[in-house]
């Protein structure tokens, strides 16, 4: 056997090591890690669970930087959300009388006993946004606070912004 046939052997071999040395290492890095870190994060409240959702949208020219809680809420909404370490995500459902309902999905994290996220329509021809950010209560039964969104309803186009309440269905 030739001495250049041993080296090509090597050259070869070494190039197989180092591809999957590179392969693993990328893997670790992005998800690897990241099932790790959510693993072993540590929430103090497992919030998974279905809500119902009530918000106010913000007060009309009255005084625009109350929020309006009045007589009631502006509207009502289901909430289902999924808990994995920090990382969470779901489904907004929104109760239109007369019409279809509107869907939304969001992700976010949950960190020092708040949530963030930011949700979209999964309907294509529905442009609707936003993001919301609620205080955990209660043991998780309650998630307190507000939100932010892209408006385009009555022929405007704003951001707008209220306050969101989730109370955990039993």
């Known amino acids: ?7 090509g052997v090597g050259i070869g071999i070494g190039l197989a ?9 990328k893997t670790w890095q992005t998800w690897l890690s990241s099932v790790l870190r959510n693993m072993l994060a540590r929430t103090s409240v ?7 959702g009530e918000f106010w ?17 502006d509207g ?5 959300l999924k808990q994995s370490g920090r990382h969470i995500s779901g ?7 007369g019409g279809p309902d509107r869907v939304s999905r969001f992700n976010g994290e949950c960190a020092d006993r708040h949530i963030t ?6 309907d294509p021809k529905n442009p609707e946004r936003g993001s919301f950010c609620l205080k955990i209560t209660n043991g998780g039964k309650t998630l307190r606070g507000g939100y932010l969104w892209y408006n385009t309803s009555e022929g405007k186009e704003s951001v707008d912004y209220g306050t969101y309440i989730w109370t955990r269905k039993l």
């Open 1 to 7: 056997m030739s001495p250049w046939v041993g080296i």
């Open 17 to 25: 090591v180092a591809c999957i040395v590179a392969f693993a290492k």
């Open 46 to 52: 497992d919030i998974t669970g279905d809500y119902a």
């Open 57 to 73: 949208e913000e007060a009309e020219e009255e005084d625009p930087s109350l929020p309006c809680v009045g007589d009631g809420p």
């Open 76 to 80: 009502r909404e289901s909430i289902t």
């Open 91 to 97: 489904t907004i459902t929104r109760d239109i009388v």
């Open 117 to 122: 996220a930011t949700y979209k329509s999964t």
